[in-house]
């Protein structure tokens, strides 16, 4: 028992640097990463893709997924800041994890990445479900697409789809345009219409259908045309990111390095937009791009530096956040022009777009609303692949004091006048009525 | 057990899956050329080690690829170092020489005395397999690397015995003579280790040893694994791109040291082979080492040298009249002997058992070294085929022992154009079935018929579909989708049934379905199959429906996913609305009023003077006059005070800096801000009440 404990504490002792290495709120990239394969063969077949990741800095700890010592905390701590499952028949993981376990992962602000393929299991789409993720109930459906598949000598069926359907976000597919197709083979998804957190990054041409290849249908498919997503990610509350793939062979090293033509088309690539396209989502989803980190709200009246306690009705204030992007490495300036600030109190009475000095400071300048009550500063900033910021501070807003108003007010200069005169004429009458003979 | 069996059912659906839907193999070409130089990138013009070096370099002369002169070098200066050291171990020393042999860093007279040794008395003292493995390796490589040797084993025959008797009776073979646990792959260096000790020993072998040796090989034969398309491999804990390519190492060797000759199955060959070309192309750097030297060990052996017959495509279109093409060549791709390709059946998917060619015989182009079928019969159409193929070798003494599959099948797809014809939507009445509205329509272009129905009548679709040689062609994908504005999408297919293809729809039945959405809904046609050239996608137009009202308890139309832009888009900019200052008159108005204001008492002084008012009465007597100017004066006073303090001469209460008044002052400002205006003004006293108990 006493070698028990010492040996855990020792182990401790071992897992405590590793630990602080990790996810943190500076350094907001994953390092540690699980990957779960049904076959270590993937291991190989995909090895682009790994070491792309590894040659990254991300410490790849592949596992298959029915190892019966598969965990992914200990002692409470989790041993791992971002999994791969690429086990898309697994039936049961094995050890501790479920799906609720991967549930929770996610749950705590990490990242996954989710492939599933044909025959998937339904582990794997329960596991998709929860991400606001449908894949096509029929298990031998796959996508299929007779006028934009990629021209193959040696495939007949289209089911090898040359998809250029892809999200216009910087954030998520990198400044670099992703010119050749994207080749994709597997299962279609449709996403969760009430799920706004999911969206798709690579969808369907609209002649596209999932069904079975080599039967006749009978019923119309449930999933066609761009309704039908190939890669959707979602980025939850908590910005922890998740992508889902309907094809593990997006990933592999054949259809990295297949040229690509896309049907009707005269343009033939040597090289598919595979790499370019998971490298890039990789990115974005190990939080190596698109994670935004806010300084605090500053605010003050017009020519003053401090900030007040409380403000007037109509008092001129300049308000400014530094906000900043991590770019892998390092925090760099946030260039954009639609971020706005709010001075809300039940409702935004002020809403205002903030102007960018391009090093990462945002401002802007307003005058405080003739209401009174208590205020807040709300900067809440969502945009198309970027983590979502939600900053606010309260400030107290009063009205004039008494001695603010105006003293002397023209209007009124009659009625001083008659007054004045009165007590004038009252003082002079006094003497005359009194003294007159 | 239960665990790795079902790995390997992973591997097979794995497999499968690359391999994609046809199980063409292709022999390696030049995407493993330029996927090598990616996968075997040196670093600092070296590699980590020797044992990486040998793999890269082995696999890039073997692909033809010439990268000595830039890795030589470093590489060679490793091999140097290590040479001569006594302390380098076996394992070390072995891969040195391997380097050794494809760089010659070192060669003719100039044999490294101090490894000779260390590799003899290493046979010698040698327990386990591996060491024999190392150091019987070692020394056949320095004869064959340095001329001046004459290295050969005296007990060559007890050497051979003593590894002999790690083997087991299933041919399997174990590591150490203290472990039972056997392994294939240790059978394979087994095999490499024992066509060592044979060439290099100085007399032959015991038949009788050698002739147990080949029924152990038999055996081991017994345990290889199958696939579903024919493709035989080894598996272990090692994996089986490694194990199988040590196996095949070993019977390599094997069966080039001794004369007699190795019978394998031929059929298991090819399937080894067709592995190894299943893999395709793998990442890793050993997978990729194991993968091509295995294919070169089946490329050039003793025992049997498979054939592949591969087709440059697999989807033959017949608008563009391209023949059939067909390549046999070695697994490396190289050229053939002398042999004949025969087309044995074409089957259709569709029609069970009917063939459509039958034994036709293939024409060679020796230029392009491929076979060929020019023309297809005339009742060859589009559709998934099924094509057998039998290679025929011709017997002229082949000085290798070529081996082909029985008969290769090969999935093909034949495609084509298909003609669309009568294309007509129409507008029906239900009662009398009579037509409404009825238009032609051209699908090969975008449409804006516009159609206009109620929930009693019927839409109706019809056109024909037929392939190059007229018949009916049935696609797989034949949609008709109604898009309402909301985006509500129905889609419905359409049937073939005789010559035509035909939708009707009879909106009566299908209000729940459309979810009595009255509106425009845009019609949109696909028709699609893998053997259709012209697949299509057209926009016919739209229909207006006026379907009846949605009663309560029917189903809402589902939700729509929202746009992920409009999501995200910057919300309109709110600027306060400030409260207007009450209306004032002019300052001069004011002015010109408090004129007319003092007019009277200007006019009441005047009227005074013209009166000729006196205060002749004012009293003389000094204690009078005193008692009336005080009078006065008082009443003046009182007055001036009200100016003063309406000039803010007096009484400030606004500056604490300033003059303070009666006390109280700053309690009356905190008041000011702690008391909301909101409340009632006995709860401002309460409040009072507090800030003077505080103080």
């Given at each position: 028992m006493m070698n028990l404990s010492r040996s855990v504490a020792l182990i401790s002792l071992f897992l405590l640097p590793l630990l602080s290495?990790?996810?943190?709120?500076?350094?907001p990239t994953d390092r540690r990463v699980l990957v779960l394969l049904d076959d270590l063969s993937l291991k190989s077949s995909h090895s682009i893709f790994f070491s792309t990741l590894k040659s990254r800095g991300f410490d790849l700890d592949f596992k298959l997924a029915?190892?019966?010592?598969?965990?992914?905390?200990r002692y409470g701590q989790y041993l791992y800041d971002g999994l791969i499952i690429?086990?898309?028949?697994?039936?049961r993981f094995g050890g501790s994890l479920d799906s609720k376990a991967i549930a929770d992962f996610v749950d705590s602000g990490r990242d996954l990445i989710l492939s599933a393929d044909t025959s998937a299991s339904d582990l794997i789409r329960g596991i998709a479900l929860e991400c606001g993720v449908d894949f096509?109930?029929?298990?031998?459906a796959m996508v299929i697409d007779h006028s934009s598949f990629s021209v193959s000598d040696?495939?007949?069926?289209?089911?090898l789809i040359a998809a250029?359907?892809?999200?216009?976000s910087h954030a998520i597919l990198?400044?670099?345009?992703?010119e050749a197709p994207v080749l994709f083979r597997g299962v279609a998804h449709s996403l969760n219409?009430?799920?706004?957190l999911v969206l798709k990054v690579l969808s369907a041409s609209p002649s596209a259908y999932s069904a079975n290849p080599s039967s006749k249908l009978s019923s119309p498919p449930q999933l066609t045309g761009?309704?039908?997503?190939l890669v959707s990610v979602m980025q939850a509350r908590n910005n922890a990111r998740v992508v889902i793939s309907g094809?593990?062979?997006?990933?592999s090293d054949k259809l990295f390095r297949s040229g690509v033509q896309k049907a009707g088309s005269p343009n033939k690539y040597e090289k598919s937009g595979n790499e370019q396209f998971v490298t890039e989502l990789s990115k974005w989803v190990f939080h190596e791009r698109g994670h935004l980190k806010a300084g605090s709200l500053v605010h003050h009246r017009v020519g003053e530096t401090d900030e007040p306690a409380i403000y007037r009705i109509k008092d001129d204030l300049e308000f400014s956040v530094e906000i900043l992007e991590w770019s892998g490495k390092s925090w760099e300036p946030y260039v954009a022009d639609d971020v706005q600030v709010q001075f809300y109190m039940?409702?935004?009475y002020v809403l205002k777009t903030l102007s960018t000095d391009k090093k990462g400071l945002f401002h802007t300048s307003f005058k405080v609303p003739d209401v009174y009550g208590v205020f807040q500063f709300k900067v809440e900033y969502e945009k198309l692949g970027y983590t979502t910021l939600s900053l606010s501070k309260q400030i107290p807003v009063r009205p004039y004091r008494h001695?603010?108003?105006?003293?002397?007010?023209?209007?009124?200069y009659p009625y001083y006048g008659a007054c004045f005169t009165t007590m004038a004429g009252f003082f002079v009458f006094s003497f005359v009525y009194l003294y007159h003979k | 057990m239960m665990e790795r069996g079902l790995v390997r059912f992973l591997f097979l659906i794995l497999a499968v899956a690359i391999c994609g839907a046809a199980s063409v193999f292709q022999p390696i070409s030049d995407s493993h050329r330029s996927a090598a130089l990616d996968v075997f990138v040196p670093v600092d013009g070296s590699y980590k080690s020797l044992e990486e070096a040998y793999e890269a370099l082995k696999t890039l002369e073997i692909l033809g690829i010439d990268k000595k002169s830039d890795l030589s070098s470093a590489t060679c200066e490793n091999v140097v170092k290590v040479?001569?050291?006594?302390?380098?171990t076996l394992k070390d020393a072995l891969y040195a020489l391997s380097v050794n042999g494809i760089l010659k860093c070192k060669s003719g007279e100039d044999v490294p005395k101090d490894i000779v040794s260390k590799l003899q008395t290493g046979v010698k003292e040698a327990k386990l397999l591996l060491d024999f493995y190392y150091s019987v390796r070692g020394l056949v490589l320095v004869k064959e690397q340095f001329s001046g040797t004459d290295i050969s084993l005296g007990d060559a025959e007890a050497v051979f015995r003593s590894i002999k008797a790690?083997?087991?009776?299933?041919?399997k073979w174990r590591?150490?003579?203290?472990?039972?646990e056997s392994s294939t792959f240790a059978a394979g260096l087994a095999f490499e280790t024992l066509a060592g000790v044979i060439s290099l020993a100085p007399s032959e072998i015991d038949h009788s040893l050698i002739q147990t040796l080949k029924t152990g090989i038999t055996k081991l034969f017994d345990s290889i694994q199958k696939y579903d398309d024919g493709t035989f491999y080894f598996d272990e804990s090692e994996g089986p791109i490694s194990t199988t390519a040590s196996v095949i190492r070993g019977l390599k060797s094997f069966a080039a040291s001794e004369s007699t000759g190795l019978n394998l199955p031929g059929e298991k060959i090819v399937g080894l082979a067709k592995f190894f070309l299943g893999v395709?192309?793998?990442?890793?750097a050993k997978d990729f080492f194991n993968q091509i030297d295995a294919l070169t060990c089946l490329e050039d052996n003793r025992f049997s040298v498979p054939l592949i017959l591969s087709l440059p495509s697999s989807v033959i279109s017949l608008t563009k009249k391209e023949p059939l093409k067909v390549k046999v060549s070695t697994v490396l791709g190289s050229k053939a002997p002398a042999l004949s390709v025969k087309l044995a059946q074409a089957l259709s998917s569709g029609s069970?058992?009917?063939?459509?060619?039958?034994?036709q015989e293939l024409k060679f182009d020796a230029e392009s070294a491929t076979y060929f079928l020019e023309s297809f019969p005339?009742?060859?159409?589009v559709g998934k085929y099924t094509f057998v193929f039998e290679i025929l070798l011709d017997?002229?003494?082949?000085e290798k022992a070529y081996i082909t599959e029985a008969q290769t099948k090969v999935p093909i797809a034949a495609t084509g154009a298909i003609t669309i014809e009568n294309a007509e939507i129409a507008v029906l009445d239900?009662?009398?079935?009579?037509?409404e509205s009825q238009k032609k329509l051209d699908l090969t272009k975008d449409e804006a018929v516009s159609l206009s129905a109620n929930h009693l009548q019927k839409l109706r679709l019809s056109f024909q579909l037929t392939t190059p040689i007229g018949h009916v062609f049935k696609p797989h994908q034949a949609f008709l989708k109604l898009k309402h504005e909301s985006q509500v999408e129905h889609i419905f297919l359409v049937k073939t049934s005789g010559k035509k293809s035909e939708l009707f729809l009879d909106f009566l039945g299908l209000v729940e379905k459309l979810y009595y959405l009255s509106g425009k809904y845009e019609i949109q046609l696909t028709i699609g199959d893998a053997?259709?050239?012209n697949s299509l996608l057209s926009n016919i137009g739209h229909i207006e429906l006026d379907l009846p009202e949605r009663p309560e308890k029917a189903a809402r139309p589902p939700l729509q996913p929202t746009d992920p832009y409009s999501r995200y888009v910057p919300k309109a900019e709110i600027s306060h609305i400030f409260r207007i200052p009450e209306k004032l008159p002019a300052k001069q108005i004011s002015l010109v009023f408090l004129g007319l204001i003092v007019l009277p008492f200007i006019g009441f002084l005047i009227g005074l003077t013209r009166l000729g008012v006196?205060?002749?009465?004012?009293?003389?007597?000094v204690g009078a006059a005193t008692s009336a100017l005080l009078f006065h004066g008082g009443i003046g006073a009182v007055l001036l005070l009200y100016v003063l303090f309406w000039v803010k001469?007096?009484?400030?209460?606004?500056?604490?800096?300033g003059t303070v008044f009666a006390g109280s002052v700053s309690v009356v400002r905190r008041t000011q801000n702690t008391?909301?205006?909101?409340?009632s003004i006995e709860q401002a006293e309460i409040c009072l009440k507090d800030i003077y108990s505080s103080l």
């Open positions: 290495l990790s996810f943190s709120v500076d350094n029915e190892d019966s010592k598969l965990a992914l905390q690429f086990a898309p028949s697994t039936e096509d109930e029929d298990s031998s040696v495939d007949g069926d289209h089911t250029d359907d892809l999200v216009k990198g400044k670099t345009k992703i219409p009430t799920n706004n761009s309704a039908i997503s094809s593990l062979q997006l990933f039940m409702s935004p001695n603010e108003y105006e003293r002397f007010i023209p209007t009124a | 040479l001569p050291l006594s302390s380098s790690l083997s087991q009776s299933d041919g590591y150490s003579p203290n472990n039972p395709g192309i793998p990442g890793e069970k058992g009917s063939s459509v060619i039958n034994n005339k009742n060859f159409d017997e002229s003494a082949n239900s009662d009398v079935g009579s037509v053997s259709m050239e006196n205060i002749k009465s004012f009293p003389s007597s001469a007096i009484g400030s209460v606004h500056d604490s800096k008391v909301s205006p909101r409340s």
